[in-house]
């Protein structure tokens, strides 16, 4: 599935959690090819951004913390 259907099932797996959270799509070039990536930003803190990557996970959807 794309990036922006990344940031809206995320959105609809965790409404509260990610509620405060921007989202935005990151290009990135592989091989020649421009992918997107679908990230959230502004989450309160570490602990919270881990804790909503283990929901998400538990969801079914891929999730990885980054500072």
Same mark, same amino acid.
């Given at each position: 599935? +794309? $990036?922006?259907?990344q940031i809206t099932s995320s959105?609809?797996?965790?409404? %509260?959690? *990610?509620? +405060? &959270?921007?989202?935005? *799509?990151?290009p990135v070039s592989k091989d020649?090819?421009?992918?997107? =990536? $679908? =990230?959230? $930003?502004?989450? =309160? +803190? %570490?602990?919270? &951004?881990?804790?909503?990557?283990?929901?998400? $996970? =538990? %969801?079914? #959807? +891929?999730?990885?913390? #980054?500072?």
């Amino acid at each position: 599935s +794309s $990036a922006q259907d990344q940031i809206t099932s995320s959105r609809a797996a965790a409404p %509260k959690i *990610l509620a +405060s &959270a921007d989202d935005y *799509l990151e290009p990135v070039s592989k091989d020649g090819d421009t992918l997107y =990536r $679908a =990230r959230f $930003a502004g989450i =309160r +803190s %570490k602990d919270d &951004a881990r804790a909503a990557c283990s929901y998400l $996970a =538990r %969801k079914g #959807l +891929s999730c990885l913390a #980054l500072q």
